[in-house]
């Protein structure tokens, strides 16, 4: 329900959803758990709550180290202006487990990466991009406006 809230830009409501879905996972289920704090983290930054969404993307990595939450984390410390949390997300990506080795893993599996969860992440992740984006262009914009 999270992710459909999520496409439908009712993000409040996907915030919700996805809490309801972590209450009802056991506290062993980390790899979930952190999928989750993830799509939260996005949701806030569509609503442009971005110390909120560092938060998320702070526990997914706690729960689940990802480098794409960590890359999350350090765009969020950017946006506040945080030098210091800029820093330490970057160090903190630099310490997950190799992204290639994920890969391989994967294909040796025989894990189809196309599949339904991985195509709503994408779609979050062109998101945020775009909030990043829009961020990018007020920032200049005020460069330019003096302000």
Do not use: W
């Not at 992710?3 to 790899?31: C, T, V």
């Not at 997914?60 to 330490?88: R, T």
């Amino acid at each position: 329900m999270g992710n459909i809230y999520f496409q439908q830009g009712k993000y409040p409501a996907a915030i919700k959803m996805y809490r309801m879905a972590m209450d009802a996972l056991p506290a062993a289920a980390s790899g979930p758990r952190a999928r989750l704090m993830t799509n939260i983290g996005l949701a806030f930054v569509q609503l442009g709550q971005y110390a909120d969404a560092a938060g998320a993307f702070e526990t997914a990595i706690n729960l689940a180290p990802d480098h794409q939450a960590a890359f999350n984390l350090l765009v969020c410390s950017y946006a506040l202006g945080d030098k210091e949390g800029m820093m330490g997300a970057f160090q903190r990506m630099l310490t997950v487990p190799g992204l290639a080795e994920k890969e391989t893993e994967d294909e040796e599996n025989g894990i189809d990466v196309e599949d339904d969860e991985d195509v709503a992440a994408a779609a979050a992740e062109a998101g945020l991009r775009d909030s990043l984006m829009s961020l990018k262009s007020k920032f200049r914009d005020g460069l330019r406006d003096g302000g």
